[in-house]
């Protein structure tokens, strides 16, 4: 199953450590988006053809099998953020699922968003939870959904 979403991935040197592991969480979503824009932040000496690399011959092979249209962008070497914003303008479907390199998803992530982006019609952006495995957050196996404990974990 896909979904009109555009998921995008901001990457700055780790091209061979956390990238290659969110991508595959992204092919390996219950369900997929149509379209996946990753954002090439390296600086232009250090950036490599991800198309000659055997590890990401191998994903983008995924990505066709599954159905998720594809695309590397270049960006400017100024960070996540702006990114993430150009995304705002070429991103083909109306929500945007941002992500970055160091993102590596459970397979029920994007289904999740997308059941509270429907629930409630003025919801206009939804996050993910990723807890701090330093936080040594013991007493509890799930964290505590009150604002008051934002700060705890």
Known sequence: MKAEVTATVSTRNRYHTTLPLCL???ASQI???SELIIFDDNEPSKRIDLREDPIYQNIFMMF???G???SVQ???AEGQVKN???ALSI???NYIWRLDDDN???SNVLASLIEVMSLESKVAAVGGLVLDPKSNLTENILASNKIEDVLTL
């Open 104 to 106: 590596i998803p459970e």
């Open 91 to 93: 991103a083909r479907y």
């Open 31 to 33: 369900i997929k988006p």
């Open 84 to 86: 993430h914003q150009t």
């Open 68 to 70: 998720i249209e594809f």
């Open 64 to 66: 066709n099998a599954v």
């Open 24 to 26: 595959v969480a992204i």
């Open 74 to 76: 270049y960006g400017l």
